[in-house]
């Protein structure tokens, strides 16, 4: 339904979009995912029409988005980042204007009722968009991007600001939309393509570094071995022999005591289930395991894991690999600073949604 082959953007001397393919199938839901700066945005404009490309060529059903753009644009509704919102217009008068401006041909009042049916609006219909919450606005936004049912509906990032209630609600719609249009989003937040996607296709400096189906990569974030344990013993000894235990690759002792238990991360060899070993380790020495939390896996780490699984069945000849540590040094420095910046995007982005909440309230 989609299909980008080899797209470049420069924007003087900066290459934005460097040579760039992918397709994205009928009904498929594809998540775009990459650090600020990564090419996103670049990619939904070229693909939406409102930029041309350097070079390579953008479709949707077979229609080329440059020679024919108004034929092409009749298929896609869009969602920027900023939703194009008047927002001094009731909702009912704003999902009449985008009917207009569309030439929507479809039976007016018909089609806007189950759009606002579908991402449940009704309630605000006669309201000024001006007074609605972020949440709300949202939607209105998704609204304007169904009018004139579109095949293929393009969101930019959008859960950005949203408190935690009205991402899933997004989200959920989102994945919904996905039973009637093709979907392609673009995020920053991995949770969210696999709450949302079928494919993830991540992006970084202009370039693809992985086209996954989020079944592989949830295959990777099951291979999780991350714990935090809680060890009655004397430290110095706890972790020395937490280092020499065959199976564990990683750990480390962390500024938490209570009593004579002292906290430890501990990470395991890839593929390896260390639990019952480590407890019956301890045991033995006399140090009470007190407790042990299974921990989730950074972004930075999903990412690592993500293009190991894509080198592993690239190269059949390739052995299965150790898991790398987060201190590792044999790490590519590209999948590093992509690890890093993602992990820092999403820190920002937390950072300024906690700030525009405290502003909204
Ligand atoms: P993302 O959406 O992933 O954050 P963008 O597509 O916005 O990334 O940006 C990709 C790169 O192109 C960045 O280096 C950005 O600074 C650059 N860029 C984006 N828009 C422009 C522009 N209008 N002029 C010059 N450079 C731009």
Request: proline share 3%; glycine share 8%.
């Amino acid at each position: 339904m989609i299909k980008i082959e080899h797209l470049v953007k420069n924007y003087g001397s900066n290459c934005a979009l460097d040579d760039i393919s992918f397709e994205v199938g009928e009904g498929e839901i594809v998540g775009l995912l990459g650090p600020n700066g990564a090419g996103k945005s670049t990619a939904m404009n070229i693909l939406t029409g409102y930029l041309s490309s350097t070079s390579g060529k953008a479709s949707i059903a077979g229609i080329d988005i440059l020679s024919d753009p108004i034929r092409a644009k009749k298929l896609i509704g869009y969602l920027p980042e900023q939703p194009p919102l008047y927002l001094d217009m009731t909702v009912e008068e704003y999902l009449n204007f985008c009917y207009e401006l569309k030439g929507c041909k479809l039976n007016r009042e018909e089609h806007l009722r189950r759009i606002c049916e579908t991402v449940q609006i009704g309630d605000v219909y006669k309201r000024v968009i001006r007074n609605l919450s972020k949440g709300y606005r949202q939607r209105v936004g998704i609204a304007q991007a169904l009018v004139g049912d579109p095949k293929v509906v393009i969101f930019d990032e959008p859960t950005v600001g949203l408190d935690p209630k009205q991402i899933i609600e997004i989200r959920n719609l989102i994945r919904g939309l996905g039973k009637e249009h093709t979907v392609i989003l673009s995020t920053h937040i991995l949770q969210e393509v696999q709450a949302v996607c079928d494919r993830i296709v991540i992006i970084n400096k202009g370039r693809i570094v992985a086209n996954e189906k989020t079944e592989n990569l949830a295959g990777a974030v099951e291979q999780v071995r991350r714990f935090r344990a809680k060890i009655c013993g004397p430290q110095k000894e706890v972790l020395t022999c937490l280092r020499s235990m065959q199976g564990i690759a990683y750990a480390e002792a962390l500024a938490e005591r209570d009593g004579d238990a002292f906290t430890y991360f501990v990470e395991s060899e890839y593929g390896t289930d260390i639990r019952k070993k480590l407890f019956v380790m301890l045991a033995e020495r006399g140090w009470a395991l007190i407790g042990l939390e299974s921990l989730g896996m950074n972004l930075e780490d999903i990412f690592i894991s993500v293009v190991d699984k894509s080198e592993e069945k690239g190269t059949a000849a390739a052995a299965r690999k150790p898991r790398r540590t987060r201190n590792t040094k044999s790490r590519d420095s590209a999948e590093q600073d992509l690890g890093a910046a993602l992990y820092e995007d999403a820190k920002r982005r937390r950072e300024e949604a906690a700030q525009n909440e405290t502003e909204d309230d």
